[in-house]
Nanobody, 120 residues
C-alpha cells in the first residue's frame, strides 16, 4: 500500500505565497519522478511542475519564475513553493509520484488534492 498525503493549501491574496508538501509512505522501494498537477473548475488537469530523482525540473510556462519544486529523497517528500500567486492559479493541486513498490514495477500514484484559492 502506498499513500501520498498533501498539505499546505488554503486561501491567499493575490501576490501572496503558499508552500505545498506531499509525503509518500508505504511499501516503497524507489521513487522516480514526483510532481504537481492542478485542475481548475471546468478545465482539464494540467502539469504544474515535476522533478526527477536526480533533481531535474520541468515547469509549466504559466508558473515559470514564480513556482519552485523541490524534493527531499530521504523523506520521500516533494514540495511546491508558490510565490506571486495570481487568481488564475486557483485550482485543486494534486501530487503525483511514479513509485516502485517492492517486488513490483513502477506505477503512478496520486494524492487526494488540496485546494488553493487566490482571491482578495
Amino acid at each position: 500500500q502506498v499513500q501520498l498525503v498533501e498539505s499546505g493549501g488554503g486561501l491567499v491574496q493575490p501576490g501572496g505565497s503558499l508552500r505545498l508538501s506531499c509525503a509518500a509512505s508505504g511499501s516503497i522501494f524507489s521513487i522516480n519522478a514526483m510532481g504537481w498537477y492542478r485542475q481548475a473548475p471546468g478545465k482539464q488537469r494540467e502539469l504544474v511542475a515535476a522533478i526527477t530523482s536526480g533533481g531535474s525540473t520541468n515547469y509549466a510556462d504559466s508558473v515559470k519564475g514564480r513556482f519552485t519544486i523541490s524534493r527531499d529523497n530521504a523523506k520521500n517528500t516533494v514540495y511546491l513553493q508558490m510565490n506571486s500567486l495570481k487568481p488564475e492559479d486557483t485550482a485543486v493541486y494534486y501530487c503525483h509520484a511514479k513509485i516502485m513498490r517492492y517486488y513490483s514495477d513502477y506505477d503512478n500514484y496520486w494524492g487526494q488534492g488540496t485546494q488553493v484559492t487566490v482571491s482578495s
